[in-house]
């Protein structure tokens, strides 16, 4: 007979952390439901009687349990899944406590049928109060698992007391269903509740998994992630700005294919959306996070739901950027850092660079200009390198202002760039009069700006700004009440610059020094503060 299952020693389910996690029958499905991912089901199916209250039975075609495991999985600390402390480091399985089934089985009544995927027969147990309550039968069975948990609470009326309506239980259960559907989009998923056919899920792709549960309607909002960096896999959905809703249903994270909670995480997100949305809504999105387990801790709450990252700062900024970017939220355009080349430089100052680069005493600075390269970014706020045979500091900020009112001072021509996701700002009818001239004003500067009725639709902005709150600087405009062009190219010189503690991309970097020594005025700034400092 085959024995998987093992009992946990003291010392190692002394350091796991324990608690009842167990507290009504949406907490008993996730438990059972993640038993029959990790048992490697292709086929779920779930049989709800009264919201889960009176029944919950779970029918999976994963590996089964030969007769001893099954009658191990029922005591305290016995799992299949870890051995010692050290593999939850390496942990791959949604369960490794060994406590659900233990606990589950002393406050309902149990049946399990389960037949062990080299077994040729299956057997059938009855558990009430945690105890067998007969002598485990032999039947005949497909493999697989099936578990059938009555009455839950039943000996403990103070706990089944507090059980909500059928109705809240039930939708309870589809919300920790959908977590678990969301992240398994493998898994043939089937749910009914009373002989209500209420999900039948075909294996699929992310995104139809999400249109499946989530309605046709939010299919041409969805925008796909996809970056790999060294920390960390993204993938998944985001929603386009212009599809939210007022509560944050529909906004799921996962790690390793297992739901999480991360407030910083989630902040990163949100962020991200900033000028695009009302802070009043909230935009859905499926992220799926992929990383080495080294690098997080989720053994903090029993729930496994609460995730301890290791480098969450570098974590959180890498989410921004890379929604922003799919967002079509950029500091510089694709466009425009495409244009940026640099010119190599010549032997005499790659000598001259070497030397005075020897000379550097600060070790760090030394560390980083350890490459070919000639300009990089220090403190997220200057831009440091050798000009002229000297060492100097270009502040990232007011360098970007000069470029910008340059560009609104000289061109004639101002290139456009479209968004991605045309913004819609409602605006008060009595600034009507002003907004319009403003309009007018803008829209010959190189953005195209709409008003229709009481809606400002933005369509275009000048290809050298990047999207931010626009209706923001529309506000400013108005509260101003002055359209003199100088006044207003300070204004979007001041309101659209890269700001101090951004960080630069070596494309942009090069993008700012090289636009920034084009320029006729490089060392000071329209509103004459000093851009370039020297060092000694
Ligand atoms: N549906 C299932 N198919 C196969 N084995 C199962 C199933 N459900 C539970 N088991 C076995 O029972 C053991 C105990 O389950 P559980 O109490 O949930 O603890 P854990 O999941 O933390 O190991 C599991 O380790 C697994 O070996
Ligand atoms: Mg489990």
């Known amino acids: 007979m085959t024995n998987v299952i093992k009992f946990l020693s003291k010392n190692v389910s002394n350091k796991i952390a324990s608690g009842?996690?167990?507290?009504?029958?949406?907490?008993?499905?996730?438990?059972?439901?993640?038993?029959?991912?990790?048992?490697?089901?292709?086929?779920?199916?779930?049989?709800?009687?009264?919201?889960?209250?009176?029944?919950?039975?779970?029918?999976?075609?994963?590996?089964?349990?030969?007769?001893?495991?099954?009658?191990?999985?029922?005591e305290r600390y016995s799992t299949s899944k870890i051995n010692k402390i050290e593999d939850i480091l390496?942990?791959?399985?949604?369960?490794?406590?060994?406590?659900?089934?233990?606990?589950?089985?002393?406050?309902?009544?149990?049946?399990?049928?389960?037949?062990?995927?080299?077994?040729?027969?299956?057997?059938?147990?009855?558990?009430?109060?945690?105890?067998?309550?007969?002598?485990?039968?032999?039947?005949?069975?497909?493999?697989?698992?099936?578990?059938?948990?009555?009455?839950?609470f039943y000996n403990i009326p103070a706990k089944r007391k507090f059980l909500k309506s059928s109705k809240l239980e039930l939708k309870n259960i589809i919300n920790e269903f959908y977590k678990l559907a969301l992240s398994h989009n493998d898994i043939n998923f089937y749910l009914e509740n009373d002989n209500k056919i209420l999900f039948d899920l075909k294996s699929s792709s992310y995104k139809e998994r999400i249109i499946h549960i989530f309605g046709e309607k939010i299919k041409k909002f969805l925008i796909k992630i996809k970056k790999t960096t060294n920390l960390v896999k993204l993938q998944g959905y985001i929603t386009n700005p212009k599809y939210y809703k007022s509560n944050k249903l529909e906004q799921y994270l996962f790690l390793n294919k297992r739901f999480i909670k991360n407030k910083k995480i989630h902040d990163a997100i949100i962020t991200s959306y900033e000028g695009l949305i009302n802070k009043k809504y909230n935009p859905s999105y499926f992220l799926f996070l992929t990383m080495e387990p080294s690098k997080f801790n989720i053994n903090i709450s029993p729930s496994k739901t609460e995730v301890k990252f290791y480098d969450e700062i570098c974590l959180c900024k890498q989410i921004t950027s890379t929604i922003k970017e799919c967002l079509g939220i950029k500091k510089i355009s694709n466009f425009l850092l495409k244009q940026v080349n640099v010119k190599k430089l010549s032997t005499r100052e790659i000598t001259y660079f070497n030397n005075e680069y020897k000379k550097l005493k600060n070790n760090k600075l030394k560390k980083s200009f350890n490459e070919k390269y000639k300009w990089i970014q220090i403190y997220?706020?200057?831009?440091?390198?050798?000009?002229?045979?000297?060492?100097?500091?270009?502040?990232?900020?007011?360098?970007?202002?000069?470029?910008l009112y340059d560009y609104f001072d000289n061109n004639s021509f101002k290139k456009r760039i479209k968004f991605k996701f045309p913004i819609e700002i409602k605006i008060s009818n009595k600034n009507r009069f002003f907004i319009k001239k403003i309009l007018y004003k803008l829209n010959n500067l190189g953005f195209k700006i709409y008003l229709i009725k009481d809606i400002m639709l933005v369509k275009y902005i000048p290809i050298v700004l990047y999207i931010y709150n626009i209706y923001k600087f529309i506000e400013i405009i108005i509260e101003n009440g002055n359209l003199n062009n100088e006044f207003l190219y300070k204004k979007i010189c001041k309101f659209f610059s890269i700001k101090n503690g951004e960080k630069l991309s070596k494309l942009e970097i090069k993008y700012l020094i090289k636009n920034l020594f084009d320029s006729n005025k490089p060392y000071y700034t329209p509103y004459g503060r000093k851009i370039i400092f020297n060092i000694n």
């Open 20 to 74: 009842e996690v167990i507290h009504n029958p949406s907490s008993i499905l996730k438990e059972i439901l993640e038993n029959s991912i990790d048992a490697y089901a292709k086929n779920i199916k779930i049989i709800l009687k009264n919201g889960g209250k009176n029944r919950i039975h779970i029918i999976d075609d994963g590996i089964g349990m030969s007769k001893n495991d099954a009658i191990k999985s029922f």
């Open 90 to 152: 390496n942990i791959s399985t949604k369960g490794f406590r060994g406590e659900a089934l233990s606990y589950i089985s002393s406050v309902t009544q149990i049946e399990i049928e389960t037949r062990y995927i080299e077994s040729d027969i299956g057997i059938r147990l009855i558990i009430e109060n945690g105890k067998l309550k007969y002598n485990p039968l032999p039947i005949a069975m497909d493999k697989g698992c099936s578990i059938c948990i009555k009455n839950i």
């Open 380 to 403: 997220n706020k200057y831009i440091i390198g050798f000009l002229n045979y000297r060492l100097i500091l270009v502040d990232q900020n007011r360098a970007h202002q000069r470029i």
